[in-house]
């Protein structure tokens, strides 16, 4: 399945350190458990993707339980098709890739940050983590029999290339009215989310599942956790984020789409 990030060509665990493909390429397992596939012409930075505090932000939010409605709708989905070989395009701290697993599935999660998958690779040896490009996938021609990607980049030719035909691609993404609650706070103007036309080039849309309630944060550490853990805590001004601070505890929406393609 996995493909070298040089040559391209197949690449295969010689032992339980290292991946070496024919060209003898090889690239070592990390302590944590993931191996590093990102090449430097690949990387815009030193650091690429979501950094140690928006991780660790996420991590514990997610921990309390309260984004597990959303969980228990990917799940739901994923089960319908009954797919063998899955990719988590985007994992993160592996979160929703931990939560898919049984031991009949083999799963792969991909991301760019080194920091997600210090967290994401110790949870489940079983899965294959690793470092790359959603947009140079090391993963061969239709290889996967479900692809899920959440609130991730969308890579749409190298997601076609690798699912098998009739493959199923699951994009997560937030509706209208997520977390605007949170806006309202720090904005004087809070706006919704736009919601983009469901249609992508080559896959066919075969339907969205809903998830919408409100949630109540219950402490400090908690609303605080769900800022970090969004860009809008990177654009908000430091006497902005000190209304945050300022709560005891919150109640917020969270509005989640799934939406559901065939290749």
Do not use: W
């Amino acid at each position: 399945m996995l493909r070298c990030p040089v040559c391209r060509e197949k690449i295969e665990k010689c032992n339980e350190k290292t991946y070496v493909c024919q060209n003898r390429h090889s690239f070592d397992i990390s302590k944590k458990g993931y191996v590093n596939f990102l090449l430097c012409n690949q990387m815009r930075s030193k650091l690429p993707g979501d950094n140690k505090l928006m991780v660790d932000a996420r991590e514990n939010f997610l921990a309390k339980g309260y984004y597990s409605s959303f969980l228990e709708a990917l799940k739901n989905v994923i089960d319908t098709f009954q797919p063998t070989v899955i990719l988590d395009a985007g994992c993160g701290e592996g979160y929703y890739t931990n939560g898919i697993y049984k031991p009949n599935r083999k799963i792969t999660g991909i991301d760019i940050s080194k920091s997600a998958l210090q967290k994401a690779a110790p949870k489940n040896r079983d899965i294959t983590f690793i470092a790359a490009s959603l947009f140079n996938l090391p993963i061969g021609d239709s290889e996967v029999d479900l692809l899920f990607s959440l609130f991730a980049p969308y890579a749409g030719d190298e997601f076609y290339r690798v699912l098998k035909k009739d493959g199923i691609m699951v994009l997560g993404i937030p509706g209208a009215d997520h977390l605007f609650e949170l806006k309202s706070v720090i904005y004087n103007t809070p706006y919704q989310n736009q919601v983009k036309e469901y249609t992508l080039e080559h896959f066919t849309f075969l339907e969205s599942k809903k998830i919408h309630k409100k949630i109540k944060l219950k402490n400090r550490e908690d609303i605080l956790h769900l800022f970090q853990m969004t860009p809008y805590y990177y654009r908000t001004k430091k006497e902005d984020i000190e209304k945050i601070n300022t709560l005891e505890e919150f109640e917020v929406t969270i509005s989640f789409e799934l939406l559901i393609y065939k290749k």
